[in-house]
């Protein structure tokens, strides 16, 4: 299997501008997660699904994130509009039920 | 108080010493414990799972002090390839799959 693949592995955008970021978790993995990591904060649970509903997005800081799962293979963390404190790195994970997550390599965003 | 507190280090140490992380959580009645390593840039990964009674996996031992709300990572013959971040993670609920992580504890060694 391939792991869990997130795209862009980097992206630079301007305050203000919507930034897509993608997920494909692994097949067979019944939940799925987002996570931001930042230096001060580290790791930080936006949202999680679980047979592609949303389940706890308590997480999500403001109404300028959404995400979305519409199939098995595929969520979407969308941030309109994205400013600068949105900067870290956006991990996706995945897992079976009571199992390890699996991590994808993250995507790199920056805000200027 | 955070859910889960670790010291930031960084811990240098000479290669082969013996190290150890402890991990405060606030939560009495949170059920499954781990400890994640992350190198630099790149994604977490399970290093292991933190059982009530211990548990040892090679050169690494972790254990679960309930009463005190702590979990502990001990290194012993540390390596230059231990260096990472290691990141302490608790389900505080006790069901489900949702995580919480530390910010993580520095360990650099050292020739």
Known sequence: DAGVIQSPRHEVTEMGQEVTLRCKPISGHDYLFWYRQTMMRGLELLIYFNNNVPIDDSGMPEDRFSAKMPNASF??????????????????ASSLPFEKLFFGSGTQLSVL | RKEVEQDPGPFNVPEGATVAFNCTYSNSASQSFFWYRQDCRKEPKLLMSVYSSGNEDGRFTAQ????????????????????????CVVNPTGGGNKLTFGTGTQLKVEL
């Open chain 1, 75 to 92: 969520s979407t963390l969308k941030i309109q509009p994205s400013e600068p404190r949105d900067s870290a790195v956006y991990f996706c």
């Open chain 2, 64 to 87: 679960l002090n309930r009463a005190s709300q702590y979990i502990s990572l001990l290194i012993r013959d540390s390596k230059l390839s231990d260096s990472a971040t290691y990141l």
